[in-house]
């Protein structure tokens, strides 16, 4: 068949499907909005669970929230938001269609996104040595609260506060023990009480408990208290999306790699990397710093 | 309806990048992060100043990262419709925990007791 044949019966076709719905904005991005829409009620939602419960036990949360680490909570933060700068560079770069530009900014994204998950594994692994203790020494009860630097089969090394217990003082709640409250009461529960600045100056101590002398042992993952639940809870779900992230960074990396930028599909994975750097940026205030 | 020439360009190729300083915003959430910081070292005598003062930071650095990162301030008015939903569901849900946050206000005034008073005497064991 000739052109003019062939055009002829494409006109006489019914119109092409329908791709524009009357404004500029492209589906896919419609789509990434629409996803985003449902992760901010999902985050909404664990965060409204956590203010709940916070709001249940404030004192549980503030004394237990105060052996967090700070200063590698807001190190995140800042690697966090360093990769949603050099994000924004990668989203701009593929829009220009400057394949190396894309690698290298995408490169610096995934090695803060590595970053973000190695400094949350050394919080990880901090709480897994956190271990709230009763042991007896010489006769008396002790609640030890701090780091277990070694263990082996007879005899635990732990770096922290002890209080003593008196014999009334039964059926010590380990789960509410927290660090900042055996380093105030060096006597024993019903002893002198450090203010919290006299409590923070104490210099822990290196403590050797005899393995056989150990009642209890604790340590702070989800089982501790409620507390450290919706740590692991909201911290975890938040790495699960920075894991996720790290998937898509890695593909349109490689593809730069190999001069191929995808200006579109760069700008939606940026999308969604700065929504998981703005969940961090309600995360750190309301686990770490109130 | 059949899609014009211009909203066919509009999916094929990217929109011109905005002119955004995103140094700027960077260092502006840096700095932020900073004052977020001194507001916890400081803390207020009143607990709920506290954290409006750290909630009320984290929304504005929130609001800088939506913005201008993620090119909201230019965006059309589809994608903030799309955005209005979970905003009104999520002051809806934030409206409907009050009640819940202020019933656990008013009973644990105190810390609760680390110890069981009905509890086996540490002599037992």
Known sequence: MSDAVLNANYDAHAPDPVFSHGDPTPPGKIGIWLFLASEIMFFVAILGSYIVLRSGSPHLFSEHSAALSKPLAALNTVVLIFSSLTMALAVEAAQKGYARKVSIYLLLTLLCAAGFMVVKGIEYT???????????????????????????????TLKGYR???ADTD????????????????PDGISGKVLDEKEAEKKPAEEFKILASAVNTDINCLPWKNIFY????????????????????LS?????????????HTTEYVGLYWHFVDLVWIFLFPLLYLI | MIATPAATEAHQTPRPPHAVHYVLIFCALVVLTIVTLLIALHRFQNEVTNVIAALAVASIKAAFVALYFMHLKFEGRLIYVILAVPIV?????VLSLIPDVGHGM????????ITHPDAIPLSHY
């Open chain 1, 126 to 156: 901090n709480k897994y040595y956190h271990h709230t203790i009763i042991a007896k020494d010489h006769g008396t009860f002790y609640v030890y609260d701090g780091h277990v630097e070694s263990q082996n089969f007879k005899e635990i």
């Open chain 1, 163 to 165: 209080m003593p217990l």
């Open chain 1, 170 to 185: 039964t059926g010590v709640n380990v789960h509410l023990v927290s660090e900042q409250y055996v380093a105030a009461h």
């Open chain 1, 229 to 248: 639940s919706s740590y692991f809870t909201l911290t975890g779900i938040h790495g699960l999306h920075v894991l996720a992230g790290m998937i898509p």
């Open chain 1, 251 to 263: 593909i349109l990396f490689i593809q730069s790699l190999r001069r191929k930028t995808f200006a």
């Open chain 2, 89 to 93: 569901l999520t002051i809806g849900l």
């Open chain 2, 106 to 113: 008013h009973h644990v005034i105190y810390a609760p007791p």
